[in-house]
């Protein structure tokens, strides 16, 4: 079958090839776009200074009172 001139072989290896190509192309931006996106987040985090980890220390670090933490866990093992 000839399709504009070329054997259908010829015209599907060039289309497996072009569709190669898109995929390459679409792979690298993706790529490039996450890379920026992630350092210009640990940039802004920088800038930002030691205040922007504060929340995430307090978070993290937060006392228990031994009481409420032990009925907790009776509470937990009796249901």
């Known amino acids: 079958m000839q399709i504009l001139g070329t054997d259908q072989n010829d015209a599907d290896a060039l289309c497996k090839r072009l569709a190669g190509n898109d995929l390459s192309v679409a792979y690298a931006l993706l790529r490039i776009t996450l890379g920026i996106n ?12 030691p205040a922007s980890f504060v929340g995430a220390v307090e978070l993290l670090a937060k006392p228990f009172d031994d009481e409420a933490l032990l009925e907790s866990v009776r509470a937990a093992l009796e249901s």
């Open 38 to 49: 992630i350092a210009l987040h640990g940039i802004s985090r920088i800038l930002a200074g």
